[in-house]
Structure formats: structure tokens, C-alpha cells
T-cell receptor, first 113, second 113 residues
Framework: DAKTTQPNSMESNEEEPVHLPCNHS???????IHWYRQLPSQGPEYVIH???SNVNNRMASLAIAEDRKSSTLILHRATLRDAAVYYC??????????????FGPGTSLSVIP | EAQVTQNPRYLITVTGKKLTVTCSQN?????MSWYRQDPGLGLRQIYY???????DKGDVPEGYKVSRKEKRNFPLILESPSPNQTSLYFC????????????FGEGSWLTVV
């Protein structure tokens, strides 16, 4: 199974942009890049996903490298509520018959007031 | 409201005393799965189920059992709990097709003494 590599931790000042990197050098052509985050004392929640093109939604933006071997989750203005562990995961096409999803340790983001 | 509900949320039990952690989802999802979360290890998948009466092992199935008799329920059974099963457990679900988002429960803190 393709794996991802993320820094263990990052810090950001409040109201500044945050760029969270993820390396996935063994990604296959059909793998989607998903990001989840886990707030303290809660289960993970979906943030964003993409395949090849950059993606934007109300929570964040996802920038995907041209060779797809890395991606970056962008929080445009970090708030204290964004302090969480962020997971970058790879998932196959939704029509596959299995649901094996690998969550690594993720990146623990601290936001400084 | 779409949700995944786990019970109990907190439990302290003794070694060898069988216990069941229930999981129920109200979204008519085919896929359900169980994860455990330990410091530094991220989320590791224990078992998953593609549909009623269809279950399969994840990465760390030893010491656990599951059943899927109904679509909405996916209980996790520890027949003879041991201290190394002290962990935070999450149940998750998603639809079989067209479901980009994995929905997680709020977690169950289990301590085995």
C-alpha cells in the first residue's frame, strides 16, 4: 500500500497562512489524495481531497505537485480552532471492493495566538 | 443529523473480562470499520466490513472480533481483553459508492487493568 510522509509537528501564528506538506512518492495513478484532521478529543473529520488538479473548499486548499509525488494542504488564515492533527492519506478509486485506509501519525499543528 | 455513535465512550475493565463496544450509523452506509489510536502510531485499522455479513481483517486484528448482522451496526468484541488493548477506539463508516468522506465516531477510551 502506498504510504505518505508528513512532518511530525508544525507551528503557525494566528491569522497567518499555513502550508502542511505531504510526500507520497509511491502514489499510483488511480490514488486520490485525502486530508483529514483530528481536533482534540474528537474523531477525524474530512477536510479535502483531490486527484491531479488543485482543489479549494471552504475549509482549505489542496495543491498537488505535477508529478503527484507530493501535495500541500493550505490553510489560508490559521485560527486557534485549526490546532489539530492533520492526516494525509491515499485512497483508491471509490469503486474498489475494499476499504483499507492507512492513517500515519499525521502532523500536529499548533497555532500561536 | 448524520452520525456514527459509539458506546461506551469511556470504560475501565479488567484483564480477561469480555466486553463489546457498539457502533451504529444512521446514514445507510455499506462500509464500516474500526480503528485504534495509540500515541505516535496514528490510526490503525482493526477490522472493516464492506456490507452485511462481510468482514475482513485490517492491520491489527489480533485479540478482536467483529460482526455485521445489520447494516447500521458494527460492534467490536474483545473476548479476553489484555492491557495492550488499552487504547482509543474509533468506528467509521462511508457509502460504498460516491462517498469521498469517511465519517468517524467520537471515540471510545478503553483502559484494561
Amino acid at each position: 500500500d502506498a504510504k505518505t510522509t508528513q512532518p511530525n509537528s508544525m507551528e503557525s501564528n494566528e491569522e497567518e497562512p499555513v502550508h502542511l506538506p505531504c510526500n507520497h512518492s509511491t502514489i499510483s495513478g488511480t490514488d486520490y489524495i485525502h486530508w483529514y484532521r483530528q481536533l482534540p478529543s474528537q474523531g477525524p473529520e474530512y477536510v479535502i481531497h483531490g486527484l491531479t488538479s488543485n482543489v479549494n473548499n471552504r475549509m482549505a486548499s489542496l495543491a498537488i505537485a505535477e508529478d503527484r509525488k507530493s501535495s500541500t494542504l493550505i490553510l489560508h488564515r490559521a485560527t486557534l480552532r485549526d490546532a489539530a492533527v492533520y492526516y494525509c492519506i491515499l485512497r483508491g478509486p471509490l469503486k474498489t471492493s475494499y476499504d483499507k485506509v492507512i492513517f500515519g501519525p499525521g502532523t500536529s499543528l499548533s497555532v500561536i495566538p | 443529523e448524520a452520525q456514527v455513535t459509539q458506546n461506551p465512550r469511556y470504560l475501565i475493565t479488567v484483564t480477561g473480562k469480555k466486553l463489546t463496544v457498539t457502533c451504529s450509523q444512521n446514514m445507510n452506509h455499506e462500509y464500516m470499520s474500526w480503528y485504534r489510536q495509540d500515541p505516535g502510531l496514528g490510526l490503525r485499522q482493526i477490522y472493516y466490513s464492506m456490507n452485511v455479513e462481510v468482514t475482513d481483517k485490517g492491520d491489527v486484528p489480533e485479540g478482536y472480533k467483529v460482526s455485521r448482522k445489520e447494516k447500521r451496526n458494527f460492534p467490536l468484541i474483545l473476548e479476553s481483553p489484555s492491557p495492550n488493548q488499552t487504547s482509543l477506539y474509533f468506528c467509521a463508516s462511508r457509502p460504498r459508492l460516491g462517498g469521498n468522506t469517511i465519517y468517524f465516531g467520537e471515540g471510545s477510551w478503553l483502559t484494561v487493568v
